[in-house]
């Protein structure tokens, strides 16, 4: 097993992520198992590819399997590199994961012949539904008024659908409290909560917090499925040109401060392609003993 932090350059800051890189024979059963025992947000499981790819890869959370995450693609694609598992080619070198997605291709950044960091294309996102304000502020802990007046919460996917809820300000953000009877129906309508906040200045450009209880996850350190669909949110409203990087802010609250890297691609005005990057920290290698 080997555990990094994503979404960071240094260890004990961003998003941890457990990797068991040989995880070949193991049923899922297991896997589901471990992860909870693991009890990070994500833990992944690669074994040998089947369609091509560079490698196959399982997600779970500590209480189910996700067909795509954002951090558990950089961080496992960088283990891979770390490895020796994916021939090292700086300054970039391409991993295709096999998720349940489908082939996801990984960019990772080698120096030294080390993974430093990783960016993940996530595709063409898809603009599913707009939100009633009131149904979005309710759920938040929260008013109308502390939404933001000229951005309407809308559920938004490129991999994994989120509803994107953009408030005020970043102060905002930390008066949240989560209305857990109101969560399952908000949820079964709409899609996972992912509230933000411009920033004060370019960094970060946006502050966010990826609030998914019933996945087993109270708040997120940092979550690449999510920051994607709100790059593309605000793409189309006309506040992020295409091939600009910025800077998301997340985990700040429960002191996992990670930073994501977004930007769109587009054709004309079609978004072609959303990616999410960040840089990828070591932290520990282990043996799991099993029964």
Same mark, same amino acid.
Not at 63 to 85: I, N, Q, R, Y
Not at 105 to 110: A, G, K, N, R, Y
Not at 262 to 271: C, I, L, P, Q, R
């Given at each position: 097993?080997?555990?990094?932090?994503?979404?960071?350059?240094?260890?004990?800051?961003?998003?941890?992520?457990?990797?068991?890189?040989?995880?070949?024979?193991?049923?899922?059963?297991?896997?589901?198992?471990?992860?909870?025992?693991?009890?990070?947000?994500?833990?992944?499981?690669?074994?040998?590819?089947?369609?091509?790819?560079?490698?196959?890869?399982?997600?779970?959370?500590?209480?189910?399997?996700?067909?795509?995450?954002?951090?558990?693609?950089?961080?496992? &694609?960088? @283990?891979?590199?770390?490895?020796?598992?994916?021939? /090292?080619?700086? !300054? #970039?070198?391409?991993?295709?994961?096999? =998720? $349940?997605?489908?082939?996801?291709?990984?960019?990772?950044?080698?120096?030294?012949?080390?993974?430093?960091? &990783?960016? @993940?294309?996530?595709?063409?996102?898809?603009?599913? /539904?707009?939100? !009633? #304000?009131?149904?979005?502020?309710?759920? =938040? $802990?929260?008013?109308?008024?502390?939404?933001?007046?000229?951005?309407?919460?809308?559920?938004?996917?490129?991999?994994?659908?989120?509803?994107?809820?953009?408030?005020?300000?970043?102060?905002?953000?930390?008066?949240?409290?989560?209305?857990?009877?109101?969560?399952?129906?908000?949820?079964?309508?709409?899609?996972?909560?992912?509230?933000?906040?411009?920033?004060?200045?370019?960094?970060?450009?946006?502050?966010?917090?990826?609030?998914?209880?019933?996945?087993?996850?109270?708040?997120?350190?940092?979550?690449?499925?999510?920051?994607?669909?709100?790059?593309?949110?605000?793409?189309?409203?006309?506040?992020?040109?295409?091939?600009?990087?910025?800077?998301?802010?997340?985990?700040?609250?429960?002191?996992?401060?990670?930073?994501?890297?977004?930007?769109?691609?587009?054709?004309?005005?079609?978004?072609?392609?959303?990616?999410?990057?960040?840089?990828?920290?070591?932290?520990?290698?282990?043996?799991?003993?099993?029964?």
């Amino acid at each position: 097993m080997i555990q990094v932090d994503v979404f960071t350059d240094r260890p004990l800051a961003g998003n941890p992520l457990a990797v068991f890189p040989h995880a070949r024979g193991l049923t899922v059963g297991a896997m589901q198992a471990i992860a909870t025992e693991m009890n990070l947000s994500e833990t992944t499981f690669v074994t040998a590819p089947q369609t091509g790819g560079d490698a196959r890869v399982r997600i779970f959370t500590p209480e189910t399997e996700l067909p795509f995450a954002g951090h558990p693609s950089v961080g496992t &694609a960088c @283990v891979l590199v770390d490895l020796g598992l994916m021939a /090292a080619v700086e !300054p #970039r070198t391409p991993v295709v994961l096999e =998720l $349940g997605v489908g082939p996801t291709l990984v960019e990772v950044d080698v120096r030294e012949g080390r993974a430093i960091g &990783a960016t @993940v294309h996530q595709g063409p996102p898809r603009f599913v /539904a707009e939100v !009633p #304000r009131e149904a979005a502020a309710a759920v =938040l $802990g929260l008013s109308v008024d502390d939404l933001h007046a000229d951005h309407a919460p809308a559920v938004v996917g490129t991999g994994l659908e989120y509803t994107i809820v953009p408030l005020r300000d970043r102060a905002r953000l930390g008066r949240i409290v989560l209305d857990l009877t109101r969560v399952p129906a908000f949820e079964d309508a709409y899609a996972e909560l992912y509230p933000c906040a411009f920033g004060e200045g370019d960094d970060p450009w946006v502050e966010a917090r990826g609030l998914f209880p019933l996945c087993g996850i109270p708040e997120d350190p940092a979550t690449g499925s999510a920051a994607g669909p709100l790059a593309a949110y605000f793409a189309r409203a006309g506040v992020l040109a295409a091939g600009e990087t910025r800077v998301v802010l997340q985990g700040a609250h429960i002191r996992r401060p990670s930073r994501l890297h977004v930007s769109v691609e587009a054709t004309g005005d079609e978004m072609t392609d959303v990616l999410v990057g960040g840089g990828v920290a070591m932290v520990m290698t282990g043996t799991l003993t099993l029964p």
